[in-house]
């Protein structure tokens, strides 16, 4: 157990949606990270949030979006979702400068 | 451009047989560097990083890694492979005094009974 855990395991919704996938990172951690993981393009990162603050973003779509909540908890909002947005989306959190990142199971979503 | 390079999509192996996982980075500095395996369906775990010091470094599961910074290279091995190794795994490169990680594109293991 990593001690990040994600929300909802599985998601299954249709084109034009949207959807929120829910973020808690281990206990103290600061920094949240977005990936997204799909069969033809691999681990893609997607954005970072640090105490509250966007500190960088990855190949993430306008569609998407995401925030840092006070209580560090992340969301990640996906939008007039397509076919080609199913994928499995890993949330990942850190308590140091170039730690080891802590990864949780992740949401796997899937649109009809 | 800083970038992680894992030249083996897919590596199959005999159980038992020893198992070399290559990695190589590009960056002007000495990296901070990690591997992580996946298990179908399941999210990453970290097997093993480096540092600072020496240059071999253990992990879990029996794994360990070398840092060679002539090679700019942080090869995975494992003298005996088990079956419940099959998995995928990631090299992924930090950045000293950043938040920034890169991965690589990942090695798949098949391990043949």
């Known amino acids: ?112 | 451009a800083q970038s992680v390079t894992q030249p083996d999509i897919h590596i199959t192996v005999s159980e038992g047989a020893s198992l070399e996982l290559r990695c190589n980075y590009s960056y002007g500095a000495t990296p901070y560097l990690f591997w992580y395996v996946q298990s179908p369906g399941q999210g990453l775990q970290l097997l093993l990083k480096y540092f600072s010091g020496d240059t071999l470094v253990q992990g879990i599961k029996g794994f360990e890694a070398e840092f060679k910074r002539s090679q700019s290279s942080f090869n995975l091995r494992k003298p005996s492979v088990h079956w419940s190794d099959a998995a995928e795994y990631f090299c992924a490169v930090g950045f000293s005094g950043t938040y920034k990680y890169i991965f690589g594109t990942g090695t798949r293991l098949k391990v043949l009974a």
């Open chain 1, 1 to 112: 157990d990593s001690g990040v855990t994600q929300t909802p395991k599985h998601l299954i919704t249709a084109t034009g949606q949207r959807v929120t996938l829910r973020c808690s990172p281990r206990s103290g951690d600061l920094s949240v990270y977005w990936y997204q993981q799909s069969l033809d393009q691999g681990l893609q990162f997607l954005i970072q949030y640090y105490n509250g603050e966007e500190r960088a973003k990855g190949n993430i779509l306008e569609r998407f979006s995401a925030q840092q909540f006070p209580d560090l908890h992340s969301e990640l909002n996906l939008s007039s979702l397509e076919l080609g947005d199913s994928a499995l989306y890993f949330c990942a959190s850190s308590g140091q400068v170039g730690g080891e990142l802590f990864f949780g199971e992740g949401s796997r979503l899937t649109v009809l």
